[in-house]
């Protein structure tokens, strides 16, 4: 009697077991993936304070950098070429990042592609046809891309399209009568989207890689040759190829001139002494008028890249807004009323409007930045307000 009285018992305790046990594997699982989370949110915002950090060094080598480039343009009547002696130019101003980190600066010629905005359809034309496109299909592509960014060009080519291609597509728009700001927009044209990006897959092909590595977005009054892209020389035989070749060799210090390592020129006269021949007039210049420079600071497994284009007094500018001269010269109210109302300085140097209105003063800055970018992602300029806020 005693033994059986026991049975019901045993299982009430075993019944609680189980319920206890349950509840430990469902407390368990929800602490790890608590714990989980909470690791990943951890992760991000470690690698948010990182960022922060090595932002500002980044920045302090931009500067750094810049002051370098600075030195040498005021010396040197303008940047030339890396053979100058700023190809380095943290190493030149003995610049120290702090300790345990890394700072990498890349500096490439931006203005030794061609500018865009300004290209003729014969340097197109001769372009395609030396990255074996027919003749036909060049100046098809020619008209497809200058009745994109030109209002006033009329197209020659058969088959080219017209307004009305694109009013009468899924999603009627109209050609914005502006070079491109960026280079995706290469999607939408017609006629050059089908050559530029593979049908089936929709990725770029390789004569739209040729084509980016070509041309530059910005524009400029010509291509720096010592950059070193002969390229579109070649294309338009303005040069042979043993010429080309000779040009390369000087400036990149091989070949003949392995001894005296990398130069540069500074005018026709000297390319015409170095490539033999009459070649004044190559529609070249010789001067940097946009540098992409690129900062990467690395600290143990952090890293922060920054990228900014900038360009000198006189260099390159962007695409405007508008291809209408009032649109892209228009000021602000609050600007308009500062140009109209008297300004006194005071003993810093400081004017009333800058006081009263809100206004930036002028830094007198020797670069002015085309484009900023802080790991791949662009950085927006700042607001412009018509009225100060408080």
Same mark, same amino acid.
């Not at 948010?48 to 343009?73: I, N, P």
């Not at 006189?314 to 140009?339: C, E, I, L, Y």
């Not at 140097?349 to 930045?369: E, H, I, N, R, V």
């Given at each position: 009697?005693?033994?059986?009285?026991?049975?019901?018992?045993?299982?009430?305790?075993?019944? $609680?077991?189980? *319920?206890?046990? $349950?509840?430990? $594997?469902?407390?368990?699982?929800?602490?790890?993936?608590?714990?989980?989370?909470?690791?990943?949110? #951890?992760? $991000?915002? *470690?690698?948010?304070?990182?960022?922060?950090?090595?932002?500002?060094?980044?920045?302090?080598?931009?500067?750094?950098?810049?002051?370098?480039?600075?030195?040498?343009?005021?010396?040197?009547?303008?940047?030339?070429?890396?053979?100058?002696? /700023?190809?380095?130019?943290?190493?030149?101003?003995?610049?120290?990042?702090?300790?345990?980190?890394?700072?990498?600066?890349? #500096?490439?010629?931006?203005?030794?592609?061609?500018?865009?905005?300004?290209?003729?359809?014969?340097?197109?034309?001769?372009?395609?046809?030396? /990255?074996?496109?027919?003749? *036909?299909?060049?100046?098809?592509?020619?008209?497809?891309?200058?009745?994109?960014?030109?209002?006033?060009?009329?197209? =020659?080519? *058969?088959?080219?399209?017209?307004?009305?291609?694109?009013?009468?597509?899924?999603?009627?728009?109209?050609?914005?009568?502006?070079?491109?700001?960026?280079?995706?927009?290469?999607?939408?044209?017609?006629?050059?989207?089908?050559?530029?990006?593979?049908?089936?897959?929709?990725?770029?092909?390789?004569?739209?890689?040729?084509?980016?590595?070509?041309?530059?977005?910005?524009?400029?009054?010509?291509?720096?040759?010592?950059?070193?892209?002969?390229?579109?020389?070649?294309?338009?035989?303005?040069?042979?190829?043993?010429?080309?070749?000779?040009?390369?060799?000087?400036?990149?210090?091989?070949? #003949?001139?392995?001894?005296?390592?990398?130069?540069?020129?500074?005018?026709?006269?000297?390319?015409?002494?170095?490539?033999?021949?009459?070649?004044?007039? #190559?529609?070249?210049?010789?001067?940097? @008028?946009?540098?992409?420079?690129?900062?990467?600071?690395?600290?143990?497994?952090? =890293?922060?890249?920054?990228?900014?284009?900038?360009?000198?007094?006189?260099?390159?500018?962007?695409?405007?807004?508008?291809?209408?001269?009032?649109?892209?010269?228009?000021?602000?109210?609050?600007?308009?009323?500062?140009?109209?109302?008297?300004?006194?300085?005071?003993?810093?140097?400081?004017?009333?409007?800058?006081?009263?209105?809100?206004?930036?003063?002028?830094?007198?800055?020797?670069?002015?930045?085309?484009?900023?970018?802080? @790991?791949?992602?662009?950085?927006?300029?700042?607001?412009?307000?018509?009225?100060?806020?408080?």
């Amino acid at each position: 009697m005693l033994r059986a009285s026991r049975f019901p018992l045993l299982r009430r305790r075993g019944s $609680v077991l189980l *319920i206890v046990l $349950v509840t430990l $594997v469902f407390a368990t699982s929800a602490l790890l993936l608590f714990i989980e989370k909470a690791g990943t949110d #951890l992760l $991000v915002d *470690i690698r948010e304070a990182d960022a922060a950090r090595l932002r500002m060094e980044a920045y302090s080598a931009l500067e750094t950098t810049l002051a370098v480039l600075e030195d040498f343009r005021v010396v040197g009547d303008g940047l030339h070429g890396p053979a100058e002696g /700023w190809g380095d130019p943290l190493g030149f101003a003995g610049y120290t990042p702090a300790e345990g980190r890394t700072v990498e600066v890349s #500096l490439e010629d931006e203005s030794a592609k061609l500018p865009l905005p300004s290209v003729k359809a014969e340097m197109l034309i001769a372009l395609f046809k030396s /990255w074996q496109v027919p003749q *036909i299909d060049a100046e098809r592509l020619t008209d497809s891309l200058l009745g994109w960014i030109q209002k006033d060009h009329t197209a =020659s080519a *058969i088959g080219a399209p017209t307004l009305q291609d694109y009013e009468n597509t899924a999603l009627p728009f109209a050609p914005p009568g502006r070079s491109l700001r960026s280079f995706t927009e290469l999607a939408a044209i017609e006629g050059v989207r089908q050559v530029f990006f593979d049908e089936a897959t929709g990725l770029p092909t390789a004569l739209y890689q040729r084509f980016t590595d070509t041309f530059s977005l910005y524009d400029f009054d010509s291509p720096n040759l010592n950059g070193n892209r002969l390229e579109p020389l070649l294309a338009q035989e303005t040069i042979d190829a043993q010429q080309q070749q000779r040009v390369s060799e000087f400036l990149s210090g091989a070949g #003949l001139y392995q001894s005296q390592g990398p130069g540069f020129f500074k005018s026709g006269r000297s390319v015409a002494a170095v490539a033999g021949g009459q070649l004044e007039k #190559l529609g070249y210049g010789y001067k940097v @008028n946009a540098l992409r420079i690129t900062v990467t600071v690395r600290q143990g497994l952090s =890293s922060f890249r920054l990228m900014a284009v900038v360009s000198p007094e006189g260099g390159a500018k962007v695409v405007p807004a508008s291809s209408s001269s009032s649109a892209s010269t228009a000021a602000s109210p609050a600007a308009a009323s500062a140009k109209k109302t008297p300004q006194k300085a005071d003993s810093k140097g400081a004017t009333t409007a800058d006081k009263t209105s809100g206004q930036p003063t002028d830094l007198k800055y020797p670069f002015t930045f085309l484009e900023i970018r802080e @790991n791949d992602s662009a950085v927006p300029p700042p607001a412009v307000t018509a009225e100060p806020t408080a």
